[in-house]
């Protein structure tokens, strides 16, 4: 099946730096990409939209400035969480629509802690 | 989005069937109903989605009362690696293509 690679699968960095998260679809063309975060025992919460070559589109209370969203091509979006503060410590997750399918399918996240 | 309600928790005998209830009372006439799940520290997996009609997979049957009211997950003969928390969505399928995740139903399968 559709695979999406999810890159780093852990991260661990010191408060004031900044993390770029890649999403790769492996063997599709995904138009559309999801970003979620889940905090402990907390459901998935859909962060963004990120479509290709155009600006993502940011659910009300993500900070578009903070979660940066690039989306340069049919097979690879990225989040860059800019000044990383403990807060931010959350598990990343990006899901890739087939643009043929139109089936969704999702990474294996990015566990990010900051120190 | 039609809002979904699922039981905060259930447990299951291993290879017994897992009957997993969802209840989305305001469902759309175009509104599908998706079931995935999540195991620890990874991400959502798809088990299946229907519109009103039954559906059966490998992995899973989806049962949708015939006023589309509610559904069940039917997983046949439960596992130990089903233990995850399932989520049932409900969403226009032609729009947005996001899921949007509710707080979903933790089941455990003991053995």
């Known amino acids: 099946g559709a695979v999406v690679s999810q890159h780093p699968s852990r991260v661990i960095c010191k408060s004031g730096t900044s993390v770029k998260i890649e999403c790769r679809s492996l063997?599709?063309?995904?138009?559309?990409m999801f970003w979620y975060r889940q905090f402990p025992k907390q459901s998935l919460m859909l962060m963004a939209t990120?479509?290709?070559?155009?600006?993502?589109?940011?659910e009300q209370g993500v900070e578009k400035d903070k979660f940066l969203i690039n989306h340069a091509s049919l097979t690879l979006s990225t989040l860059t969480v800019t000044s990383a503060h403990p807060e931010d410590s959350s598990f990343y997750i990006c899901s890739a629509r087939d643009r043929t399918s139109e089936k969704l399918f999702f990474g294996s996240g990015t566990q990010l802690s900051v120190l | 989005d039609a809002k979904t309600t699922q039981p905060p928790s259930m447990d299951c005998a291993e290879g017994r069937a897992a009957n997993l209830p969802c209840n989305h009372s305001t469902i759309s006439g175009n509104e599908y109903v998706y079931w995935y799940r999540q195991i620890h520290s990874q991400g959502p997996q798809y088990i299946i989605h229907?519109?009103?009609n039954n559906e059966t997979n490998e992995m899973a049957s989806l049962i949708i009362t015939e006023d589309r009211k509610s559904s069940t997950l039917i997983l046949p003969h439960a596992t130990l690696r089903d233990t995850a928390v399932y989520y049932c969505?409900?969403?226009?399928?032609?729009?947005?293509?996001?899921?949007?995740f509710g707080a979903g139903t933790r089941l455990t399968v003991k053995p």
């Open positions: 229907g519109l009103k």
């Open positions: 063997d599709f063309q995904a138009t559309t």
């Open positions: 969505i409900v969403r226009v399928a032609a729009v947005g293509h996001d899921m949007r």
């Open positions: 990120s479509n290709e070559g155009s600006k993502a589109t940011y």
